[in-house]
Every structure is written in C-alpha cells, then in structure tokens.
C-alpha cells in the first residue's frame, strides 16, 4: 500500500516553502513519479528510468555494480576508480524552478566525488552535487554571469546514508542535508544550457579527480 509524504522531514524530500507538495512513497519507501518527475533512478539491479519522460535510461561504465544493499531495496557502488552512469537524455534548464535529490553513503577522503552534475565547461555546467574529500556536500550551478550555490560546513563521509537536496527557485539556490538547510545563494535566473548528458558518480569531462567512491541511491530531478 502506498503511503504519502506531506510534512517536513529529513528521512525523504525538502523544498522551498512554496514548493512544498505530497511525494508519494511505495510500500518499500522508494519514490512514486508524478507529472513533475522528469528523471527517477532506483538502481535496483540496473539503471531504468522509471519516470516515464522518455529521456532513457542510465549506462553503467567501469565497474559499476547497482546490486548491492541500498537505502531502499538496491543502490549502485561506485570505486572511484573509473565508475560512473551516464544519463544521456538532454535534460537542461535554462531557469528555475527545479529540484534534485539523492541518497548516498560514503567514507572516502579522497577526492571532490560528483554524487550528480551536467558539466560542460567552467562557464556552462547547468548544475551539480559534490562531495569534498571532507565530506562536505555542496550543490549549484554557474548562472551565466557567476557560480552560484551553497556548501555544508559538516563533512558526511561517515559511511552512514545521507540525503542531499539541491533547490533551484526563481531566484535562489538551496541546499539541504538530512533534511536541514545548509545555505541558500541568490542567481540571476537564466543559466546556460547545453547539450551533455546527465553523469552520477563523475564529471562529464572525465577528470579522474571527480570520480565518486561510495554508494548513490533513488537519483530523482523534478521540473519544480
């Protein structure tokens, strides 16, 4: 039976306050997609999309495995070392609103690990989620004009599950840890787009240094 998520709580979904809306839940906790879910990731033995938007699914590369346990049901392992998904439909926003979210479960410290990123260049990388080697989570994007977005002063590379949100309104970036805001930046809200696929676990570009080592759970981005 399905339950429905309609409070503010740590253990699933943040939003602004005007953002705010029911996220319905299976009976294994795991996201129900609705009209705004553009692109939902379980990694339950593979990398379907099961927001039914069109935009495809995930190719896993390296040695990517998604049949370890997960937060819910199965997560995908990445190495650091070469492993990453490509999500390879062209979703992009040229402005906000929209929204990003992840579980994951890290001890690394060794390297800047993209949970998620659309990157093109240094003057065009539509948005991101980042682990430092501390563990500090941050989240953003560069609006055309300058980067925008929020860090965490608390590292989470404590091998426990943590769950990350990147909020994109009209006119600010927030981003959210276990259910708590971290810090929020105004943007000027119209962003470059471009044409690169979607990449979990590294940088588009490849830059071995981006890899993520860890695990990454329900990946979902909605258009709100």
Not at 102 to 117: L, Q
Not at 181 to 193: C, E, Q, R, S, Y
Not at 198 to 224: K, Y
Request: proline residues 2%; charged residues 15%.
């Amino acid at each position: 039976m399905r339950n429905k998520l309609s409070y503010l709580a740590f253990f699933f979904f943040i939003f602004a306050s005007f953002l705010v809306s029911a996220v319905e839940l299976d009976s294994a906790g795991e996201i129900v997609p609705d009209q705004n879910t553009l692109l939902l990731f379980h990694m339950n033995n593979n990398i379907a999309d099961s927001a039914g938007k069109g935009y495809g699914d995930g190719v896993l590369y390296g040695n990517t495995a998604c049949s370890v346990t997960g937060k819910f049901g199965n997560a995908c392992s990445f190495d650091g070392n070469g492993d990453y998904i490509a999500a390879n439909g062209t979703i992009t926003f040229p402005s906000g609103p929209f929204s990003i979210s992840a579980w994951f479960k890290t001890s690394s410290t060794e390297k800047s690990g993209r949970i998620i990123e659309k990157f093109q260049s240094f003057t065009n990388d539509n948005f991101y989620l980042v682990l430092s080697p501390l563990g500090k989570v941050s989240g953003g994007l560069y609006d055309g004009t300058q980067w925008a977005g929020s860090s965490s002063e608390t590292g989470y590379n404590n091998n426990q599950w943590h769950h990350v949100v990147l909020v994109v309104t009209s006119t600010n970036i927030e981003l959210y840890v276990d259910g708590v805001l971290k810090g929020t930046d105004a943007h000027d809200n119209a962003f470059p787009v471009n044409g690169y696929g979607i990449r979990i676990g590294r940088r588009n570009d490849g830059q071995s240094n981006t890899e993520f080592n860890g695990l990454i759970d329900e990946v979902a981005i909605w258009n709100r």
